[in-house]
């Protein structure tokens, strides 16, 4: 297991005891942003030239607000010299909750943009399909789709586009001319 799904598990854990699983996605993603906004603050937290102790102390007053569980987890990522992996530990968390509360993330390509009736109408749709699962859809255009969408949701891929049943009916009249 990598460290950093190890550091995400763990937080998991103690969050989902403690209830404020969202809280703390909440706190790690304002703390993300702020080291995003201050050059200042990413200095200092990912610095190694800052001695530990005053790193916590810190970690104290910046925390200030936010759940215990954040604070002790930033804590424990500076007392292991761990910083520089916390976003992709904050992405990871991200996913166990979701998984926990059951929400999946989708994301639907398609060839012109999609009004707010069609998009409630897809979402309640994959909603059927995944089991009852809340669905949060990621929209994106891409026009040389030609008409239809491509989904991509935990780690799967389906291709419902013009483009993709061309190319694949292309690939079908080549292995037959071919054989």
Do not use: C, W
């Not at 993603?29 to 190694?48: C, D, I, N, P, T």
């Not at 491509?150 to 780690?155: A, I």
């Amino acid at each position: 297991m990598s460290a950093v799904s190890t550091y995400a598990e763990a937080l998991f854990e103690a969050a989902r005891e403690r209830e404020e699983l969202e809280e703390v996605l909440s706190d790690l993603g304002e703390f993300v942003a702020a080291l995003h906004e201050s050059e200042e603050l990413r200095l200092f937290f990912y610095g190694a030239q800052i001695p530990e102790r005053q790193k916590r102390r810190a970690l104290d007053g910046l925390t200030e607000g936010m759940k215990t569980s954040t604070t002790n987890f930033l804590k424990v990522l500076v007392d292991n010299g761990r910083e520089e992996i916390l976003e992709e530990v904050l992405g990871r968390y991200e996913q166990l909750v979701k998984e926990h509360l059951g929400r999946i993330e989708v994301e639907v390509t398609t060839a012109v943009e999609l009004s707010q009736e069609q998009l409630d109408r897809l979402k309640e749709r994959l909603g059927r399909v995944l089991e009852g699962r809340e669905v949060i859809l990621e929209t994106t255009v891409d026009p040389d789709l030609i008409g239809g969408a491509v989904f991509r949701f935990g780690g799967r891929m389906m291709d419902g586009s013009i483009r993709g049943r061309l190319e694949s009916l292309r690939e079908g009249m080549l292995e037959r001319s071919v054989v």
